[in-house]
């Protein structure tokens, strides 16, 4: 009894996030991301395509692979007006879900996760100690000069074109006087390689969903705890469109987004 009241407190306690006001997209860059998730496992090496769409002051990062598994689960394929089906793509490959969003002028960012229901989890805006080289490098005929810091426990070098008077970057990275295009840490266990840019869809908005329910990281971990201790008791408060979902196998759930043994963040 006590963990309903726990779960259903937790939820009261997390008002609808406040959407910023919806911002044309006007750039799209995508990256390689490349992550080795166990640095014991040379077989842990992840890879997936991303794009950051960057508007004239918010930018979002997500993952673009994740939008095209979507957009084929959307296909349905039509007969004849007498109905459909839809494609199958349980097969499909995992992608990341979490969407980084940035407000260079109001100092802000949002991370956007799903748990069941949708988080706007709010985290301070990235302060990162850049220093600027005199190295350049071209990449897809851009002009970008190197930059290095510490930022979350791990050495990065970064590349950005100052001719792209964007404040942001992949990830988190952002605070360069230019748009960052490819990065790095010094191990090169954590990479997002440039893989092209080109002007973003002309109906693409950049938002924070109104129904998402703002969380600090903090509620967000609790959240995360309850349902790995006690799935029941979580789905049992989590309905959604009026229906109380139920897990049919409450221990498939005991390691539920556990964290990689060599995470991207290595220190807060």
Request: hydrophobic letters at 40%; charged letters at 25%.
């Amino acid at each position: 009894m006590k963990t309903y009241l726990l779960v259903a407190f937790l939820l009261l306690m997390l008002c609808q996030a406040r959407a910023q006001r919806a911002e044309q997209a006007s750039v799209a860059v995508y990256y390689k991301h490349n992550h080795v998730k166990d640095t014991a496992n040379k077989l842990s090496l992840y890879s997936e395509r991303m794009v950051l769409s960057i508007g004239k002051n918010a930018s979002v990062y997500k993952s673009y692979d994740k939008m095209v598994n979507d957009s084929v689960k959307k296909t349905i394929v039509q007969d004849d007006g007498k109905g459909g089906y839809i494609v199958n793509t349980t097969n499909r490959k995992k992608t990341i879900g979490t969407q980084i969003f940035k407000y260079a002028l109001d100092k802000k960012m949002i991370i956007l996760e799903k748990l069941i229901k949708t988080y706007a989890v709010s985290e301070p805006y990235p302060t990162i100690e850049w220093e600027i080289k005199s190295d350049t490098l071209s990449l897809g005929g851009i002009k970008c000069q190197k930059a290095k810091a510490t930022f979350k426990g791990r050495n990065y070098t970064a590349w950005f074109a100052s001719d792209l008077p964007y404040n942001t970057g992949p990830w988190k990275l952002c605070g360069l006087p230019g748009l960052i295009l490819q990065a790095y840490d010094d191990k090169h266990e954590v990479e997002f390689i440039f893989d092209g840019l080109r002007p973003a869809p002309a109906n693409e908005s950049i938002f924070v969903p109104a129904a998402a329910i703002a969380a600090t990281r903090e509620d967000y971990k609790r959240l995360i705890g309850l349902l790995r201790n006690d799935p029941t008791a979580f789905f049992a408060q989590n309905e959604v469109n009026g229906v109380r979902l139920s897990p049919q196998n409450p221990d498939m759930f005991k390691n539920a987004k556990q964290p990689d043994k060599n995470p991207i963040e290595l220190k807060p």
